[in-house]
């Protein structure tokens, strides 16, 4: 077989192009970090990260979501906190004015007070949150209380007596506190209703007053009850949340060291393959220099 020069001119032109293409390879795997670029570099490794960077797109989503709950966990645990203050004031006050020792001066302050603690109810009811009343169930654009002249009446229809729902995977974690669950009993009463009867029976004191407050004190009772289960329930809920997300945030760490496993580039590898391809092609140029006519090495320069 006759080599001509053609031929050598055209093998070295292979080699130096091919040469060429491997160190601007090298130079985009430094410059962007990934070895794979492109399903065709590696197609089972495209095809693996490719799923788990999906993976990590939705548990990052539920990661965010958990996040936004739990802080609204956070409004339902200050304002339940405070309902129990006022209960336990409420009860202090009404078991105060029960006391033949008080005055009718006494028993009036009394009852302006418990009028106050009245309408701090009324404004925990209708919390919000970014316009939303945390505690409308369904209707979280609707005031759950309103004023009826003095009276205070639930004003969330019963069908929209619905717990919030977190969806998780395959679960749903209920997470919402409604008017219904702290502000009524389950007879029917509402705080409301029971705090009117108290302070009417602390201005009008009668022989049946002492009786009457009694009473209410055993309704007043149960609200408490059910405030200090729901505001349990709230912490056992951010505690399961804020162990979920750590979980998912482990999970997405570690998709995130096996993706870069799989399309991540080695930088000290290849740095020093990019170093030795920029070697290997002055070489090739200095050889081909020697070996092919001066004008066509000046082309290919």
Known sequence: MRITQSMIANRALNDIRNSMLKREELSEQLSTGKRVRKPSDDPVAA?????????NRVLNEYIDNIKNTRSVLVY????????????????????????????????????????????????IANTQINGKYIFGGAKTDLPPVRKDNNKI?????????????LPLEHVEIEYGVTVYDVFRTDSGETVFGILDRLIDSVENADKNSDENIERDLGSLDEILN????????????D????SMEKRFERVVDNNTDIINELIGTDMTKAFSDFTLEQNILQAALKTTAQILPQSLVDFIR
């Open 239 to 242: 505690n399961m949340l804020e």
């Open 47 to 55: 095809g693996k990260s490719s799923y788990l960077m999906g993976r």
């Open 153 to 165: 009446i639930i004003n969330t229809p019963r069908e929209a007596n619905v717990r919030a729902k």
């Open 226 to 237: 059910k405030v200090n289960a729901n505001l349990a329930r709230v912490g056992s809920t």
């Open 76 to 123: 339902y645990d200050t304002a339940l906190q405070e309902m129990q203050d006022v209960n336990h004031r409420i009860k202090e006050l009404t078991v105060k004015a029960a006391n033949d020792t008080q005055t009718l001066e006494d028993r009036q302050h009394i009852a302006e007070e418990l009028k106050q603690l009245k309408d701090h109810l009324y404004k």
